[in-house]
């Protein structure tokens, strides 16, 4: 059976909320993008955010928290779709701020696709990518290349570095 472990909302222009599953002996298993044009409502997790810990749910619209529901304590509107969360841990994602990602040029060695979504699997939410790849990213079409393979490849919310160079600064 799986089971929701890890949840993530993208900024991205099309909503997602992404839900990293993994099976009974904690393997990862997929992501699993769905549109959250509709209200969701994780039920029961123990949430975990500002240093403390308690058992309750949160709402979600359109990507967004709108509400976290302290112990039994009821949504204000019906939501379109329950996800049950008894027994696991809804935690804040992490943001890693300076990552080294192999596209475009060495992907032999990695992807953003690949890369996205192993740090998902890790609870990471949002990462910024550093400008060596090959060619390195110093020039505005070389950013605009990577902006588009993110949008299309990445599962997680990004950004990226742009190289200082003799010629471009």
């Given at each position: 059976?799986?089971?929701?472990?890890r949840?993530?909302?993208?900024n991205?222009?099309?909503r997602?909320?992404?839900y990293?599953?993994?099976?009974?002996?904690?393997?990862?298993?997929?992501?699993?993008?769905?549109?959250?044009?509709m209200?969701i409502?994780i039920?029961?997790?123990?949430i975990?955010?500002n240093?403390?810990?308690?058992q309750?749910s949160?709402?979600?619209?359109n990507?967004?928290?709108?509400?976290?529901?302290?112990?039994?304590e009821?949504p204000?509107?019906e939501?379109?779709r329950?996800?049950?969360?008894?027994?696991?841990?809804?935690?804040p994602?992490?943001?890693d701020?300076?990552v080294?990602?192999?596209?475009?040029g060495?992907?032999?060695k990695?992807?953003?696709?690949?890369?996205s979504?192993?740090?998902?699997?890790?609870?990471?939410?949002?990462?910024?990518?550093?400008?060596?790849?090959?060619p390195?990213?110093?020039?505005?079409?070389?950013?605009?290349?990577?902006?588009?393979?993110?949008?299309?490849?990445s599962?997680i919310n990004?950004?990226?570095?742009?190289?200082?160079?003799?010629?471009?600064?």
């Open positions: 059976a799986e089971r929701v472990k949840r993530r909302i993208s991205n222009a099309t997602y909320l992404t990293v599953r993994y099976d009974k002996a904690h393997q990862f298993i997929h992501n699993i993008k769905i549109r959250t044009a209200r409502l039920s029961d997790p123990i975990v955010n240093g403390e810990q308690f309750g949160i709402v979600v619209n990507g967004k928290i709108v509400e976290i529901l302290r112990g039994d009821l204000h509107t939501c379109d329950i996800v049950e969360a008894s027994g696991l841990y809804l935690i994602g992490v943001i701020d300076h080294h990602f192999r596209e475009p060495l992907t032999e990695a992807t953003i696709a690949t890369e979504r192993a740090a998902a699997a890790g609870g990471v939410t949002s990462y910024m990518e550093m400008p060596n790849t090959n390195q990213t110093t020039t505005i079409e070389a950013l605009k290349e990577k902006y588009a393979i993110a949008a299309n490849d599962i990004y950004s990226f570095f742009f190289g200082a160079t003799n010629r471009n600064v």
